[in-house]
């Protein structure tokens, strides 16, 4: 079993949705994504980052946008891969799968935003592949979201009902500290 950090769409489109009024559940989010990502590379252990890109002209997470350009708390450097993703799962057309087989990944921390959508439906993917995935809670971006009868739930109550519907079945939830922890002998 060899881990790996995955980095889900920490990208300028989180920040311009946080500065248009909506608030992040995680509020130090950036500081706890560079944290874990400090640890991995640290350790010398594999970390991939994937990124949103949408396909409509002038679409706000379009490539080569400011929405689609990594956060400097995220930025890729020149060894780790970098996956472009068009869906919600990291593992649709990707080719990720391939590299983490072939890389002999096999046991997947995961961090990143937002944590209700692409998180939770990469988690779910990571894990009906076989994969063993970890979720960080506190190294996740989400935003609150409105029912259909016009009910806004805060974003709080969205990263719960999300850690909620991962924890056990798909993954395992831990803190920054504790995966941190995990990382040291």
Known sequence: M?????????QGDMLAMRDAGYAWANPKAQTTIAAVLAAFRAKGLPVVHVHHHELEPG????????????????LPTEDEPVFIKTGS???????????????????LVIIGGEANMCVESSTRMAANLGFSAVVVEDALINFQRSLRDGTV???????????????????????????VQ????
């Open 59 to 74: 679409a706000a997470m379009a490539p080569g946008s400011p929405g689609a350009a990594a956060l400097p708390c995220a």
């Open 89 to 107: 799962s990291a593992f649709i057309g990707t080719g990720l799968e391939d590299h983490l087989r072939a890389e002999n990944l096999t046991d």
């Open 2 to 10: 060899r881990r790996a950090l995955i980095v889900i769409d920490v």
């Open 153 to 179: 739930m805060p974003a709080e109550t969205v990263l719960a009902m999300t850690l909620a519907n991962l924890n056990g079945g798909f993954a395992r939830i831990v803190t920054c500290d504790e995966v």
């Open 182 to 185: 995990e990382l040291t002998p």
